[in-house]
């Protein structure tokens, strides 16, 4: 039925999404992600340089995000869902 369960216990209503198992994984790996956190100080270089430039650019990015937008460009669309999947911990 749509996915989700639903225990019933007097006065607790607590439904159970099949998906749970997915988030929580999801979840895992991204609060490793934080835990390796970048540098603050490398955002705050970047924001020193849009203040100082009299005509910044829209977008700025910082940090390991940047070999994302490289391989964006040059990977098919296919391989990187596969590699953000197995990188968010979403098939295991």
């Known amino acids: 039925m749509g996915g989700q369960r639903t225990h019933a216990v007097p006065g607790k209503f607590e439904p159970e999404f099949e998906y ?9 790996a991204l609060n490793e992600y934080f835990d390796r956190g970048g540098d603050p100080k490398e955002v705050a270089e970047t924001i020193l340089k849009i203040v100082h430039n009299p005509s910044p650019r829209i977008h700025y990015i ?4 940047k070999r994302y937008v490289f391989l964006k460009r040059i990977m098919p669309e296919s391989m990187i869902e596969s590699q953000l999947r197995r990188r968010w911990h979403l098939d295991d």
């Open 20 to 28: 749970d198992g997915l988030r929580d994984r999801a979840h895992g």
């Open 62 to 65: 910082v940090g390991k995000e």
